[in-house]
């Protein structure tokens, strides 16, 4: 038992130090980026989604399209905490507004979710929209597991996330320290 709350710890504490030094990356004009993202979010337990790395394309410097790709991991913190290394891909779709400021959203998330006693693999496909070029998303999720749900009282089939996307600043000479 003691064994699992230090793993528990530790992956907590390499999330946090992830996300405070998120702020010491500049922006390059390359197409991948590292520590591009950062959500936050609910099922039945409240979710930290930290993004890796990411490779993003925007055809043209359009505002109304993106795609981009993340390797992230997901973190639901509850009473039964658990952590998925997972493929992240989303798209704008086109524009809800004349200014093309907000986008419909399309993506899906596939990873590998563990409680550490038991894994199993998750796919979530989700809509939203997105503002300022994808630098702000929210999205509604649907969680499928290939396990039976109960095995996962941590997890809901609904989740709400609201994502930072730092990487939406691509190649626009951003610095942020």
Do not use: W
């Amino acid at each position: 038992m003691k064994n699992r709350k230090e793993i528990k710890s530790f992956l907590l504490a390499m999330m946090f130090v992830t996300c405070g030094s998120q702020l010491c990356f500049g922006q390059s004009s390359s197409g991948f980026q590292f520590l591009p993202k950062l959500g936050l979010g609910m099922s039945r337990n409240f979710l930290v989604d930290v993004g890796l790395i990411a490779f993003n394309y925007m055809p043209e410097r359009t505002k109304a399209q993106y795609f981009d790709a993340n390797i992230s991991v997901m973190t639901l913190i509850g009473k039964h905490t658990m952590v998925m290394p997972k493929l992240d891909m989303n798209a704008a779709l086109f524009p809800i507004d004349n200014d093309e400021l907000i986008t419909f959203n399309l993506g899906a998330d596939v990873g590998l979710l563990t409680d550490f006693k038991q894994s199993t693999i998750m796919m979530s496909p989700k809509a939203g929209f997105s503002a300022a070029s994808g630098f702000t998303r929210l999205y509604y999720h649907y969680n499928f597991v290939l396990a039976d749900f109960k095995q996962y009282p941590g997890l809901g089939r609904h989740a709400v996330t609201l994502e930072v996307n730092i990487s939406a600043f691509q190649g626009k000479g951003l610095k942020m320290m």
